[in-house]
DNA sequence: CGGAACATTGAGAGGGATCAATGGACGTGG
DNA sequence: CCACGTCCATTGATCCCTCTCAATGTTCCG
């Protein structure tokens, strides 16, 4: 065990309630235990693993900010998702045995390491986790295809709007604030998770505040009318 | 059981190279075959299941050609994927226990029906189908993420190439033609899964074939220089 | 204090959307 | 077998949203 592995256990963790053990009867939670082996600590800027590294584990996050992101042979890239605690990331490695995307710490991280050929074992002891597991990867899909339709079918406005209205609903169900936030992430990191150019996510971040929904300053956002906001994602109150 | 529904076995299917048993023993598969309860047939337009619906089962395609979708209240929708043989339709579902997408028929076409419950108690016996079912559900979402970097970051010429290339080696891997296929799907059904106006993928499939690239008669697709369409998609051979 | 990284704002260009009209393909019924 | 209607595809003209290029401003940190 390396100086950065630390020994930790999901039963007395205080993110269970939002984390892979969700739900899990406590006797099934110390199972748990034996799966989740050591933490990792990743400094902001580094990579928790990269695309065409071998896959042998998934990762909870415990604190920081990760995001994932897809990059094509011409240097072309995507932020496929950023993931705050208690969310799990290396889904995308286990149909090939390499992961497809990076990991990169947006702030100093750590993280639970899962080796999945152990968390397939457990699994096959009790259906509980083994059903879990799988609303995981499922919840994963359904937010892919929620994304596909932010990039395939809104304007700017409505893109960032959805975007702010999720981060604070996920900073909300971690016992933050409802209307303010700070931004861990780039202007140039939000628009290419947007499908914008870093220009457009700061106009569009500009022309939110003139409006008086929102006010910015920086990686400080607090939002003023949520309601405004989503009227912009989704304008059906208007009928 | 209806009178839809037919006694079937993927252990003497012949699509059980590329279906979900794909890589199992023989044995194996024969246990498979008690998940595989029935078969059922959808006709064309119509829906296998909607979003909103109880999730009970996945669906292996046996024929035809299928579209998933999803709509926003505001009537707005976007198609998340096209499914052809031997791909398994209604992961969305697991992880609330409700679809959230719709699954419509391109085609008349014929599922087989595995009720998600027994899926989950084989899993438990044999590790091999439990990694084949986490391996079908990455690959679901590495695609979504490919997707994602499609919507976010290639031009109009860029997604229409990649989806043909798409396309064509998905058909190829079932024994078609790698340079011919006949479209299952509208222009603007193509449209909406690559986040284009229908006029536009029309305006993309006409300057294709003035390049020489494609030649196009409506449904109709030849694929006249791979090389070519590989290289919009991602250039960097210019290199 | 100076530099690097990040953010804001402006002006102009361009790609795709929108609006609109025409043209085929296909199925149904006369 | 042809006539007709419907659905789908093509093409043109114009508009607008976002990108691109460029300059300036801010924050943070060595």
Redesign the interface.
Known sequence: MDLHSIKVACSSCNLRELCLPMGLKPDEMQKLDTVVSNRKRIKRGEALFSAGERFHALFAVRSGFFKTR?T???G???V?GFQMTGEIIG??????DHH??DAVALEDAEVCVMPFSKL??L???F?SL??H??????????R??????L???MRAEERLAAFLLNLVQRLHARGFSQSELVLRMTREEIG????LKLETVSRTFSKFAEEGVVEVKQRYVMIKNTEALKAIV???PCA
Chains 1, 2 share one sequence.
Request: proline share 4%; aromatic share 2%; net charge negative.
């Open positions: 897809i094509t042979p011409d072309r890239d995507q496929t889904l995308d490695g286990i149909v090939s497809t995307c397939e074992e699994s096959r002891e259906s083994q059903h597991v799988h609303k995981i990867m499922s919840r994963e899909i359904v892919d295809q929620g994304v596909m339709l990039l395939g079918s290419s998770y947007l499908g989704d304008p059906t």
